[in-house]
């Protein structure tokens, strides 16, 4: 016997144990929860389940169960709420809520501390925010004043925090057709340069200046300048600056695949001077790897990773021209492996 959906909540106790030993084909669909619920509401009302045997209570607990493929658990709640008001009524969400103790003002006024100050690490800030409101009387650090240096961490995680003090800017894939895709082949030939760049720091929105680093693939010589920004306008004379610092005739160019380098300007400069000009390949880390570990050992172990403002890129590279590269080239201690053969090859 087949019973469609308005005949489920009307079957009698009997039909019921038919229906679950299995002899009883039964089509049932209910969408939503009040749907749901309206159904337990006349199935029980219908059979007087208060006044039921508990045999037969059980047959309608099963019945339901398999129904509406509610469990045990849940089934016996919901015939609980029945029974004390005859209504089953959808409860109000319960999830617990925590009061909010530092708001969006205050994450604010700890971004403009951070920003005055340089970003210090949590024990300090904590310092500064309790003088502010102990010592100085300023009311807006009350809350702030209590702040722990954990929950300071985790409050320059938070979205509001860096929304106000965080600016990311996706890479911007172009396809350029400047230079020649490959590794550069020096032959042991000196004048070959592997040439990147360096940022020093970003701070509220404002740019550092930017080193350029170059160094020779053969006879590890490398020259360092500073420019104001990566443009061509600022980029172009510190990089013939540069090239005029090496002490032989410069045959190849190597560099990633930044704009600061891959131009029309740029190109021009090169061709004028009948240097190959190539780039480096992609998933390929090798290619540009000799400057990258240069940057890491000398440009950031001399000049650190903190900020400083872009205007005082031109005493750093008249600082570079005169002093730094003379060091780094006669004076400072450096090793790379050679290649020797042995008389038996």
């Not at 929105?205 to 061509?232: F, K, M």
């Amino acid at each position: 016997m087949d019973i469609q959906m308005p005949d489920a909540d009307r079957l009698t106790i009997e039909q019921m144990r038919e229906f679950l030993q299995g002899s009883l084909v039964m089509k049932f669909l209910l969408r939503g929860r009040q749907a749901l619920y309206s159904f337990l509401e006349r199935v029980l009302a219908r059979q007087q389940y208060v006044r039921l045997a508990r045999p037969e209570r059980g047959v309608v607990r099963a019945y339901l169960g398999k129904l509406t493929g509610l469990s045990r658990a849940q089934l016996t709640r919901l015939i609980g709420r029945w029974v004390a008001n005859r209504e089953i009524q959808t409860l109000p969400r319960q999830r617990p809520r925590f009061p909010r103790r530092y708001t969006s003002t205050d994450i604010a006024l700890l971004a403009r501390v951070d920003a005055a100050h340089g970003d210090l690490s949590g024990p300090a800030v904590r310092r500064i925010l309790q003088r502010e409101y102990q010592v100085y009387g300023q009311a807006q650090f009350q809350r702030l004043a209590d702040l722990s240096v954990a929950h300071f961490y985790n409050l320059r995680r938070s979205e509001a925090y860096r929304r106000r003090r965080i600016r990311v800017q996706p890479t911007r894939a172009k396809k350029v057709a400047i230079a020649e895709r490959r590794k550069p082949e020096p032959r042991g030939q000196p004048g070959y340069l592997r040439v990147d760049t360096v940022h020093q720091g970003l701070h509220d929105g404002q740019a550092g200046p930017y080193h350029i680093n170059s160094v020779d693939t053969v006879t590890q010589w490398e020259v360092l300048g500073c420019c104001e920004a990566i443009s061509e306008h600022h980029l172009l004379p510190v990089l013939e600056n540069m090239l005029e610092q090496y002490p032989f005739r410069i045959l190849g160019f190597h560099c990633d695949n930044g704009s600061e380098f891959l131009n029309k300007r740029v190109a021009a400069l090169l061709n004028k001077l009948l240097v190959e000009f190539t780039k480096s390949r992609p998933c390929r880390s090798t290619d540009n790897a000799l400057v990258e570990g240069k940057n890491g050992a000398i440009v950031r172990k001399h000049l650190g990773y903190g900020f400083l403002h872009r205007q005082l890129a031109a005493p750093i590279h008249d600082f570079y021209r005169q002093h730094f590269n003379p060091y780094l080239n006669f004076h400072r201690p450096s090793g790379f492996a050679t290649v020797e053969v042995s008389p038996r090859g």
